[in-house]
Antibody, heavy 116, light 107 residues
Framework: EVQLVESGGGLVQPGGSLRLSCAAS????????MHWVRQAPGKGLQYISG????????YYASSVRGRFTISRDNSKNTLYLQMGSLRGEDTAVYYC?????????WGQGALVTVSS | DIQMTQSPSSLSASVGDKVTITCRAS??????LAWYQQRPGKVPNLLIY???TLQSGVPSRFSGSGSGTDFTLTISSLQPEDVATYYC?????????FGQGTKVEIK
């Protein structure tokens, strides 16, 4: 069974940093690209970052480019999102999702709250 | 970047009604279009990919069509469990942009 489990969410002050992790199991992690998608409270889905299966290629939405870094460790079957210079508008549930034809598997989400 | 626009933003229909949601891409994306269902408080769930291919386990009352810039998600007979927000997403190239969502309610 495919599972994606996010961790690392929480409350952080504006300007602070946080690292999210997404532990994958039930499939060959190194064969799939992965994405981070977020959803602000009461809002829609926003694709924010993606990484290729071997980590060589990455993409960032303009809203997070230069502040967030996506990475992966295929030996640990884990995806990461390092978030810095956090702002109030980054408050959201952050989902990791497997890239296939669409995003076919999603984690349960990690809530990140940016507030003083 | 290619923009994805859904209509309507919300709709209310009766159980058993046929429901249609449209999604328009600002540039052609062939058939690289996915549809998702997100029930209240739940994780998004892939319904359809490649514009018209039903994901395994998705009820057959859901169908998708279209190619290029104009796409449609149809629920042939609305059921109470279909109350949700539906999103389209392009995946021909990064960014994999979502539409703004269509909220479906029961009248």
């Amino acid at each position: 069974e495919v599972q994606l489990v996010e961790s690392g969410g929480g409350l952080v002050q504006p300007g602070g940093s946080l690292r999210l992790s997404c532990a994958a199991s039930g499939f060959t992690f190194s064969s799939y690209g992965m994405h981070w998608v977020r959803q602000a409270p009461g809002k829609g889905l926003q694709y924010i970052s993606g990484i290729s299966s071997n980590g060589d290629s990455t993409y960032y939405a303009s809203s997070v480019r230069g502040r967030f870094t996506i990475s992966r460790d295929n030996s640990k079957n884990t995806l990461y999102l390092q978030m810095g210079s956090l702002r109030g508008e980054d408050t959201a549930v952050y989902y990791c999702a497997r890239r296939n034809s669409g995003n076919d598997y999603w984690g349960q989400g990690a809530l990140v709250t940016v507030s003083s | 970047d290619i923009q994805m626009t859904q209509s309507p933003s919300s709709l209310s229909a009766s159980v058993g009604d046929k429901v249609t949601i449209t999604c328009r891409a600002s540039q052609g994306i062939d058939n690289y279009l996915a549809w998702y269902q997100q029930r209240p408080g739940k994780v998004p769930n892939l319904l359809i990919y490649a514009a018209s291919t039903l994901q395994s386990g998705v009820p057959s009352r859901f169908s998708g069509s279209g190619s290029g810039t104009d796409f449609t998600l149809t629920i042939s007979s609305l059921q109470p469990e279909d109350v949700a927000t539906y999103y389209c997403q392009k995946y021909n190239s990064a960014p994999w942009t979502f539409g703004q969502g269509t909220k479906v309610e029961i009248k």
